[in-house]
Each structure stands twice: as C-alpha cells, then as structure tokens.
C-alpha cells in the first residue's frame, strides 16, 4: 500500500494516552502498563505509516458526527482513532483508549482539560 505518511499526535491523542495509562494502572502492575504502552507505541509507529487504511471507519465515531475517523484494534482491549489526510500523507492520531472505556464520556473529558 502506500507508505511515508507522517504520524501527527494531536493534544487530545497525548491527553488520551495519560488517561490510558492512569486507567491501566488502576486495574494492573505498572511493569504491565509500561510494557502495554511500549507495544502500542512500536504498533502505531511501525504500521500506521505504511498502511494506513488499516482499518474502518469507526462506527463509534460515527454516531457521534465525527466521520472521516477510523478504529483500529491494537490488541485485545486497546482502541487508536485516528484520520488520514492523503493530501497532506499524514495520519492525525485522535485518541487512544482502552475498549472498556466509554469514548463519548472520554472525549467529553478530553476536550474540557485542553
């Protein structure tokens, strides 16, 4: 597929990621979250340049009228949102979250804290 997009990290992916990392400790070993968090990380920097039509529009976003967003499941509980700007050859990353996690109350509280 296409290569050489550029990962874009908005304000709100990097509060996001502070989020999951908080929401992860709550629940296991912080040698877990940091293992966890270093796996995305490698995921998203390895991957997402080189396809980043990976994944569907998200359907969660969707119904909230953000549209041009897709979903990516990174591992068994771990969610990337994030769009891709073919004109630009960048990949905005939105959001990072844990599938437990409740993406409208999640955004809610993102957008007050910027």
Do not use: C
Not at 50 to 69: D, H, N, V
């Amino acid at each position: 597929m296409t290569s050489g997009y550029t990962l874009v990290a908005s304000p709100l992916f990097r509060l996001s990621r502070q989020r999951l990392q908080a929401f992860l400790t709550e629940k296991y070993s912080a040698e877990l979250v940091d293992k966890t968090l270093a796996s995305i990380k490698e995921q998203i920097a390895t991957t997402l340049p080189a396809q980043p039509l990976i994944a569907p529009i998200s359907e969660r976003l969707f119904k909230l009228g953000l549209t041009e967003y897709r979903q990516w499941q990174l591992d068994k509980h771990n969610l990337l949102f994030y769009q891709v700007d073919a004109k630009q050859q960048q990949l905005e990353l939105l959001l990072l979250m844990d599938s437990r996690q409740n993406v409208q109350k999640l955004l809610y509280e993102l957008t007050l804290l910027l």
